[in-house]
């Protein structure tokens, strides 16, 4: 069993900066590639940022390739989306999300297994 729960979430101005952390618990934290989506009312939930195990790969959505950063830290059993000159379209639900094995489509909710609570970020403008 993996649990995760999102935090950092928050209310900004556009152009401004927050940094989510998914903090998980479970036997094997560490083996576990991680993403990050996110879902705005009355829109379907969509990638924003995937990284592997070990932290070596990294992908993202075109929407926030260049402002946000996705990283890790097994010691702390926590990843973290980093997220900079934030836009009012970047409002939504964050969610991070972890699969149960390797091999799935990153961009895919559905090869997801784990999910967060989720955090809202509102982004005024």
């Known amino acids: 069993q993996v649990q995760l729960v999102e935090s950092g979430g928050g209310l900004v101005q556009a152009g401004g900066s927050l940094r989510l952390s998914c903090a998980a618990s479970?036997?094997?934290?560490?083996?576990?590639?991680m993403g990050w989506f996110r879902q705005a009312p009355g829109k379907e939930r969509e990638f924003v940022a995937y990284?592997?195990?070990?932290?070596?790969?990294?992908s993202y959505a075109d929407s926030v390739k260049g402002r946000f950063t996705i990283s890790r830290d097994n010691a702390k059993n926590t990843v973290y989306l980093q997220m900079n000159s934030l836009k009012p379209e970047d409002t939504a639900i964050y969610y991070c999300?972890?699969?149960?094995?390797?091999?799935?489509?990153?961009?895919?909710?559905?090869?997801?297994?784990?999910w967060g609570q989720g955090t809202q970020v509102t982004v005024s403008s």
């Open positions: 999300a972890a699969p149960r094995r390797s091999g799935i489509v990153v961009t895919t909710a559905l090869h997801y297994d784990y």
């Open positions: 479970g036997r094997t934290f560490s083996s576990y590639a």
């Open positions: 990284i592997s195990w070990s932290g070596s790969g990294t």
